[in-house]
Nanobody
Framework: QVQLVESGGGLVQTGGSLRLSCAAS????????MGWFRQAPGKEREFVAT????????DYADSVKGRFSISRENAKKTVYLQMNSLKPDDTAVYYC?????????????????WGQGTQVTVSS
C-alpha cells in the first residue's frame, strides 16, 4: 500500500533551519505532484508548498515564500522541505501529501495520500 513517511522535525530556535524529508513507497512517485502542509494546534491544516512531478514547477504559501524551499529526488522517491529563518509561527505538525496530477494544488481535498506528520517547534 502507499506510504508517506516524514522525518527531520524537531525543536529549533528562532532564525534556525530544518530540513524535512518525506519518503514514499507503494506508488509510481514520478506520477505524483507532492505537497507539504502544516497544522498548528486549534487551526486547520494549511498549504505550505508543492512541487510538480518532474520538479520544474513549485508554488509556495505567501507566509513561507523566500524562507522555505521544496525539492524532490524521483530516483529516491523522496521530497524535501528546506526551512530557513524559522519563526515561532512556523510551529506545527508538518505533513507531506501526494496527488496523481500534472497540476499543482493548494487545497487539502485534492490530495490522494498523506503521511503521519512530523512535529516542528520553533522557540522564541
Amino acid at each position: 500500500q502507499v506510504q508517506l513517511v516524514e522525518s527531520g522535525g524537531g525543536l529549533v530556535q528562532t532564525g534556525g533551519s530544518l530540513r524535512l524529508s518525506c519518503a514514499a513507497s507503494g506508488l509510481i512517485f514520478s506520477n505524483y505532484a507532492m505537497g507539504w502542509f502544516r497544522q498548528a494546534p486549534g487551526k486547520e491544516r494549511e498549504f505550505v508548498a508543492t512541487i510538480s512531478r518532474g520538479g520544474s514547477s513549485t508554488d509556495y504559501a505567501d507566509s513561507v515564500k523566500g524562507r522555505f524551499s521544496i525539492s524532490r529526488e524521483n530516483a529516491k522517491k523522496t521530497v524535501y522541505l528546506q526551512m530557513n529563518s524559522l519563526k515561532p509561527d512556523d510551529t506545527a505538525v508538518y505533513y507531506c501529501a501526494a496527488v496523481n496530477s500534472g497540476t499543482l494544488y493548494r487545497e487539502v481535498r485534492r490530495y490522494d495520500y498523506w503521511g503521519q506528520g512530523t512535529q516542528v517547534t520553533v522557540s522564541s
